[in-house]
């Protein structure tokens, strides 16, 4: 039978249109001969190279390989900005405001918000879904705002919390999320597991945001000293809660790999731990408005290196997803911690091949 040579492009392009029907053996799409089990190396991704900050005027700044895409520093905001989160490729990221306002930029779509109705309590910050086509927003009552592939799974806005919530984690499954408050008490949601809180201990500073490790499995609070608790599989690296700080954290955001983090501070100063690099900070600049929030810039992630199957490409769009195919036709999908058996996506015996 004669090859026909299709660009691993769209191979991927089809992997990733039909990831469900990847999963699902059928007779017409079975593995073809001579394909094994997988015998993938674990999925490695890198430890992030850059991140935004974001002030309450709107304003970004961006450090390393995070690129500036926009901002809504130059016009007037009916309220402040709180918080962001980056699209999952790194390409773009949005900003949310007290009263639920977006703002998106480069390839952040614009799903819905808040904006225009009237909310019990104050917007004080979001999340993106893991496939990056939609978000939540997070009040200080647990109240939660869902749009685009983002799930609604619960929240605390009906029940009377002790403290406020200050800010939200997404499960890397999209089918969750946890909320914090200010005195560390963790409220989780849909696939979501609790692990600890510090709500039943006495802070030295309140909390004041969060960040979960990218299996799901644990998650890191900081307080506004910049001391750090973590829970589940979520490492200590170290943290500020015994340093003179010159101003306040005020967020976090953790490594792609989940062995590090960073801490930020209203005037922009940046604190790094574990494999988190640094890549600068405001510092020692003077702001318009104060800092408010992070986003780490996730993009470079791969898969260490393939020992097996004769591979012709594998692409990790997100840090939860990969695609793989081999040059007999077989695709490979990784998800949850675990790559998929083989699964036929031609039924030419000749497969796909090329780079």
């Known amino acids: 039978m004669t090859r026909e040579r299709i660009s691993i492009g769209l191979v991927m392009a089809m992997v990733a249109a039909l990831c469900g029907a990847l999963l699902a053996v059928s007779t017409a799409g079975a593995a073809q001969p001579g394909a094994k089990s997988p015998h993938f190396a674990p999925v490695t991704p890198g430890a992030g190279a850059g991140y935004w900050l974001v002030g309450t005027d709107g304003g970004i700044f961006n450090y390393g390989t995070a690129g500036f895409y926009g901002s809504a520093g130059g016009i007037h905001l009916n309220a402040p900005v709180v918080g962001m989160a980056a699209t999952p490729d790194g390409a773009g990221y949005w900003e949310d405001a007290t ?48 749009y685009g592939t983002a799930g609604f799974y619960g929240s605390a806005g009906g029940i009377h919390l002790n403290k406020s919530v200050v800010g939200m984690a997404a499960a890397p499954d999209g089918k969750g999320y946890w909320l ?27 909390v004041v945001g969060m960040a979960a490790t990218p299996d799901g499995k644990g998650y890191w609070l900081v307080a506004s000293d910049g001391g750090i608790f973590n829970y589940g599989d979520a490492g200590f690296y170290g943290s500020t809660g015994g340093m003179k700080i010159n101003a306040p954290i005020v967020g976090m955001a953790a490594t792609p790999d989940g062995k590090g983090y960073w801490l930020v501070a209203s005037d922009g100063g940046i604190f790094n731990y574990g494999d988190a690099g640094f890549y600068g900070s405001t510092g020692g600049m003077k702001l318009n408005a104060p800092i408010v929030g992070m986003a780490a810039e996730v993009s470079g992630f791969t898969p260490t290196a393939v020992t097996s199957n004769n591979l012709v490409q594998v692409s990790c769009p997100t840090t939860t997803w990969c695609a793989a195919v081999d040059q007999n036709g077989n695709a490979y999908t990784y998800s949850n911690g675990t790559w998929s058996a083989a699964v036929a996506v031609s039924g030419a015996s000749g497969g796909f091949y090329g780079v």
């Open 180 to 206: 914090v408050a200010s005195d560390g008490g963790i409220f989780n949601y849909g696939s979501a597991s609790f692990y600890g809180s510090t709500g039943s201990i006495a802070l030295n500073k309140p």
């Open 99 to 146: 009263d639920g306002g977006i703002f998106n930029y480069g390839d952040a779509g614009f799903y819905g918000s808040a904006g225009g109705i009237h909310l019990n309590k104050p917007v004080v910050g979001m999340a993106a879904a893991p496939d990056g086509r939609g978000y939540w927003e997070d009040a200080t009552d647990g109240g939660i705002f869902n």
